[in-house]
């Protein structure tokens, strides 16, 4: 079965870093692009940055840009966040997920999710 699954999140002051990592099984991996979202207390789950399958591309949304990059392994079925100058209002729940085609149909998935919480 799919499976996604979330590490490196922790706690961490403001302008410091974090890299999460998200380990994917179930699927071949290199066919997909993957997405990182993240749900903050209060909000819903909102997309914080997307990687093509070859890793040519990606997207981030603009309260992260500059700041965070993602980037994937396919030969180690892994995608990666590197989150710098993190600020207050990153803290969330961060999601791996994938978008994954069964013959016809595409079934979304995504992991536990990882806690990153930025305070001082």
């Known amino acids: 079965q799919v499976q996604l699954v979330e590490s490196g999140g922790g706690l961490v002051q403001p302008g410091g870093s974090l890299r999460l990592s998200c380990a994917a099984s179930?699927?071949?991996?290199?066919?997909?692009?993957m997405t990182w979202y993240r749900r903050a207390p209060e909000k819903e789950r909102e997309p914080v940055a997307t990687?093509?399958?070859?890793?040519?591309?990606?997207n981030y949304a603009d309260s992260v840009k500059g700041r965070f990059t993602i980037s994937r392994d396919n030969g180690k079925n892994t995608v990666y966040l590197q989150m710098n100058s993190l600020k207050p209002d990153d803290t969330a729940v961060y999601y791996c997920?994938?978008?994954?085609?069964?013959?016809?149909?595409?079934?979304?998935?995504w992991g536990q999710g990882t806690q990153v919480t930025v305070s001082s």
């Open positions: 997920g994938a978008v994954v085609q069964h013959g016809s149909n595409w079934t979304p998935y």
């Open positions: 179930g699927f071949t991996f290199s066919n997909y692009a």
């Open positions: 990687i093509s399958h070859r890793g040519s591309s990606t």
